[in-house]
């Protein structure tokens, strides 16, 4: 019987995909923390939330080095920080969540 959990092997071949192989590279910075972000579901925008309150969406499609910012938009109703955000597929709204007991949806376009 084999034994339960990975193999040395498999453990390795799991590594080597798994985890990136280099340190990467800053596409974007900003003055403050970024806590949350992610991908539209075709690829083509990036969304993160910063502390200072703050909103981007980037498109994806239109970057050589760097992402540029397509749209900043100010939070509202922020007690400390922006926890979630998430773009809905039609990518003209942003919801969010922060520390209070509200969800807001805001319109990108």
Not at 57 to 74: A, C, M, Q, T, Y
Request: hydrophobic share 35%; net charge positive.
């Amino acid at each position: 019987a084999r034994p339960a959990g990975l193999t040395e092997g498999e453990r390795r071949g799991l590594t080597w995909r798994m985890i990136p192989c280099s340190k990467g590279r800053t596409v974007a910075a900003f003055g403050c923390r970024v806590y949350g972000g992610r991908h539209s579901v075709d690829g083509k925008f990036y969304v993160c939330s910063t502390q200072g309150k703050q909103i981007v969406v980037f498109d994806s499609e239109r970057h050589n080095r760097l992402l540029l910012p397509s749209k900043v938009i100010e939070a509202r109703h922020i007690r400390w920080t922006i926890t979630d955000v998430d773009m809905t597929p039609c990518r003209k709204f942003v919801c969010y969540s922060t520390m209070t007991s509200a969800v807001s949806l805001t319109n990108i376009i």
